[in-house]
């Protein structure tokens, strides 16, 4: 079992930059890729980066690609989602899942690929 907890989300201006975090429980994180998805109202739920267990292979969606960077630091069992140049359409809940799953890179970016997911933390980007 693994219970996710995200933080970091609040009102930032068009252009402006955020970082949200997502500590996870269990001593068993570092099996686990992790994902960012986000969810904006009246939208269907969006994937926005993943990132395997060791770190060292990451994806995005186009419409973050250059602007956002997922990380995770498995000491500290937190995965990060760096955000810069924000747009108002970035505007959403986003949350962090997390899965076992070994498998096609496609994959990764499917919500129904993870097994645990966090309450999810809101990002507002006015403009």
């Known amino acids: 079992q693994v219970q996710l907890v995200e933080s970091g989300g609040g009102l930032v201006q068009a252009g402006g930059s955020l970082s949200l975090s997502c500590a996870a429980s269990g001593r068993t994180f570092s099996s686990y890729a992790m994902g960012w998805f986000r969810q904006a109202p009246g939208k269907e739920r969006e994937f926005v980066a993943a990132?395997?267990?060791?770190?060292?292979?990451?994806y995005y969606a186009d419409s973050v690609k250059g602007r956002f960077t997922i990380s995770r630091d498995n000491a500290k069992n937190t995965v990060y989602l760096q955000m810069s140049s924000l747009k108002p359409e970035d505007t959403a809940v986003y949350y962090c899942a997390a899965t076992r799953l070994v498998g096609a890179s496609y994959l990764y970016t499917e919500g129904g690929s993870y097994d645990y997911w966090g309450q999810g933390t809101q990002v507002t980007v006015s403009s």
């Open positions: 990132i395997k267990w060791s770190g060292g292979t990451t």
